[in-house]
Nanobody, 115 residues
Framework: QVQLVESGGGLVQPGGSLRLSCAAS????????MAWYRQAPGKQRELVAS???????YYVDSVKGRFTISRGNGNNTVYLQMNGLKPEDTAVYYC?????????WGQGTQVTVSS
């Protein structure tokens, strides 16, 4: 069974940085797209950033210039480097991967930006 395991969330002050990691189990196969979503209380889940197998990336406007999505060397890991964090970045962050066999979600990791 495919599993995505996330880590790296936590509490950080405004202006601080965090790095989220998401590792897929080896059984996931060839990954087409990796992405990070987030969901704040009372809001819909939104796409934050994505990267494709062709290295095409996307960022939602609110994080451009502050967040960077990247793949690990083993190609079954995705990272989200978050700099210049703001209180409005507070949310549960989920990684998502899609393959020819289906799409998979991580369990979510809480990011809280507060002084």
């Amino acid at each position: 069974q495919v599993q995505l395991v996330e880590s790296g969330g936590g509490l950080v002050q405004p202006g601080g940085s965090l790095r989220l990691s998401c590792a897929a189990s080896e059984s996931i196969g060839s990954i087409y797209t990796m992405a990070w979503y987030r969901q704040a209380p009372g809001k819909q889940r939104e796409l934050v950033a994505s990267t494709t197998r062709a290295d095409r990336t996307y960022y939602v406007d609110s994080v451009k210039g502050r967040f960077t999505i990247s793949r690990g060397n083993g190609n079954n890991t995705v990272y989200l480097q978050m700099n210049g964090l703001k209180p409005e970045d507070t949310a549960v962050y989920y990684c998502w991967m899609t393959t020819g066999a289906g799409s998979y979600w991580g369990q979510g990791t809480q990011v809280t930006v507060s002084s």
